[in-house]
């Protein structure tokens, strides 16, 4: 079963506009993290967010974080052509392990 | 640092063969995974373990045996390869901090193909 879901499941945008990916999940968790997948390629850890945390932020990266919804935004502002991807959000509930969307597939197009 | 790398890259095997998947860290990580992606279903966890000699159940472990003999490798066996088996296989690694484990750092994954 999954327990985060990505929405949009795919968006095309410009080269330098922002994208924001949400993900919603059903239970409590301890970390919310974001995962980007390149095309034939392993993940790459983004960010991790812990379930006291409200918003992070890593270079271009804003992620927030709402346990009273459920749910979790990812923004990429100025994104490249580079940031083309697919992109995870994983829910850690017990500490051991992570549950992964299915992914939001985004394409910057230049 | 080579970071997390699986063997082999590629494999097709026919129904009823059996292989293993070999998964090696270099970063001293206590925790290690194995994940299947599937199309449009995300990664679902197949087994992990949280210290050298300890492996646990995932979501989706029928089929599949595991490892973890020595903390830098992490094994997974399929003993009698079946079509639903065909997958890209993905193995990750985590160092932990007070028993929690932390992001995680995945190989370049293993496509498998069953016949």
């Known amino acids: 079963s999954q327990q985060g879901e990505e929405d949009p499941q795919a968006l095309s945008i410009q080269e330098g506009e922002n994208a924001t990916m949400n993900c919603s999940y059903k239970t409590s968790i301890n970390n919310l993290q974001w995962y980007r997948q390149n095309s034939g390629r392993g993940l790459v850890h983004l960010i991790l967010i812990r379930s006291n945390e409200r918003e992070k932020h890593s270079g271009r990266l804003r992620v927030t974080l709402d346990t009273s919804k459920k749910s979790s935004s990812l923004l990429i502002t100025a994104s490249r052509a580079a940031d083309t991807a697919s992109y995870f959000c994983a829910t850690d509930k017990d500490g051991n392990k992570l549950v992964f969307g299915a992914g939001t597939i985004l394409r910057v197009k230049s | 640092n080579a970071g997390v790398t699986q063997t082999p890259k590629f494999r097709v095997l026919k129904t009823g063969q059996s292989m293993t998947l070999l998964c090696a860290q270099d970063m001293n990580h206590e925790y290690m995974y194995w994940y299947r992606q599937d199309p449009g279903m995300g990664l679902r966890l197949i087994h992990y373990s949280v210290g050298e000699g300890t492996t646990a159940k995932g979501e989706v472990p029928d089929g599949y045996n595991v490892s973890r003999l020595k903390k830098q490798n992490f094994l997974l066996g399929l003993e009698s390869a079946a079509p639903s088996q065909t997958s890209v296989y993905f193995c990750?690694?985590?160092?932990?901090?007070?028993?929690?484990?932390?992001?995680?750092?995945f190989g370049p994954g293993t496509r498998l193909t069953v016949t």
């Open positions: 990750a690694s985590s160092y932990s901090w007070d028993f929690l484990p932390y992001e995680q750092y």
